[in-house]
């Protein structure tokens, strides 16, 4: 039963996690879940932007003058490598880390996870294509067809779907706030 609050203004529908997600450990590991994957798509804005050495190298850091999104995109191989290398530019370093960014944050916190999965998803979709066929021979992949973009970029569309952020989030306050449309 979803859940109507009235303001003076405007009436909204909220449905609540419990509603959708009925097991408590359920509902717990789902949070954690949500966290942890948040916390990639944050560290790897860290890392870029600092470079810290985990995958960005100090002297490759944005703040250094490194390009992010250019140079994965530049490298790029395969049947769409011409796509993302005509993509490359400034322009796609500023929108793929401001993209790390918001979708960490969001995440993190509980709040927009539908605008995150929609991002996030199409994000990792990209990245996925970029280094399609990711099967290669000595490029560190260990299955041809399925790698970690999929699980992540699934991951954010279940966290949306579940209302995950109302556990160890805030996505109940948020979700009071906008109820239940693409804010969400």
Do not use: C
């Given at each position: 039963?979803?859940t109507?609050t ?20 359920a ?25 810290l050495?985990?995958?960005t ?83 560190g ?35 009071r706030m906008v109820?239940?449309?693409w804010?969400?």
């Amino acid at each position: 039963m979803s859940t109507t609050t009235t303001t003076a203004s405007t009436s909204t529908t909220y449905t609540p996690q419990e509603q959708v997600v009925t097991s408590p450990a359920a509902r717990l590991t789902l949070a954690i879940l949500r966290l942890v994957v948040g916390f990639i798509f944050l560290w790897a804005f860290i890392d870029k932007v600092f470079g810290l050495g985990f995958t960005t190298k100090p002297e490759r850091a944005w703040i250094n003058g490194g390009t992010p999104a250019q140079g994965f995109m530049k490298n790029a191989e395969g049947p769409f490598a011409a796509l993302f290398q005509g993509m490359a530019g400034p322009w796609a370093d500023w929108l793929f880390m401001i993209g790390l960014l918001a979708i960490g944050v969001a995440v993190m916190l509980g709040a927009g996870l539908k605008i995150a999965a929609i991002t996030g998803a199409l994000l990792m979709f990209l990245m996925y294509l970029a280094e399609f066929p990711i099967g290669r021979p000595g490029a560190g992949f260990t299955n041809p067809i399925v790698d970690s973009h999929w699980i992540e970029g699934l991951s954010l569309v279940v966290f949306a779907l579940t209302r995950a952020g109302d556990t160890l989030g805030v996505g109940k306050i948020w979700g009071r706030m906008v109820g239940d449309g693409w804010l969400r």
